[in-house]
């Protein structure tokens, strides 16, 4: 099974094809390529970049955009009568990886016609969490 690390959103994530994930709000398309690979490879090999592989991709597809749950931040100052109160809605944007492509545009895994139920569920456990 092949894997990729990514890295969208300042985050960096190890992929691999059909997986779903959720990571920062992206634009709003029915499809995303992410150019920032910093690794692929599989059981036998592996390719690390230096920072990054030129030439190698992954393609996703956007399921849902959404915001995740409320973050309250409380901040008090003690014997001054002095509080505040905030709350913060982190955007999202969930995903599915279709295709991993290597440096030589090889494509190094695919997505299965993953059943549309289990994307289904997924979206599902996500709005559970809001």
């Known amino acids: 099974m ?5 890295q969208t959103g300042g985050k960096q994530y190890k992929v691999r094809a059909g997986e ?3 990571v920062e709000k992206l634009i709003d398309k029915d499809k995303v390529e992410f150019k920032n690979i ?25 399921l849902k955009s959404g915001k995740n ?14 509080r505040r109160k905030n709350g913060h809605r982190q ?3 969930l995903i599915r ?3 991993i492509f290597a440096k030589d545009g090889k494509v190094l895994s ?3 016609k993953y059943e549309k139920k289990e994307v289904k569920e997924k979206i599902k456990k996500e709005e559970v969490k809001k």
Do not use: H
């Open 69 to 82: 749950r409320t973050v309250l931040v409380f901040k008090k100052r003690r014997r001054k009568n002095s």
């Open 2 to 6: 092949s894997f990729a690390v990514i």
């Open 20 to 22: 779903i994930l959720k």
């Open 97 to 99: 990886i279709s295709k």
């Open 38 to 62: 910093l690794a692929y490879g599989d059981e036998k090999n592996s390719v690390v970049g230096s920072p990054e592989i030129e030439g190698a991709k992954v393609e996703a597809e956007i």
């Open 91 to 93: 955007e999202f944007t």
């Open 110 to 112: 695919e997505a299965s």
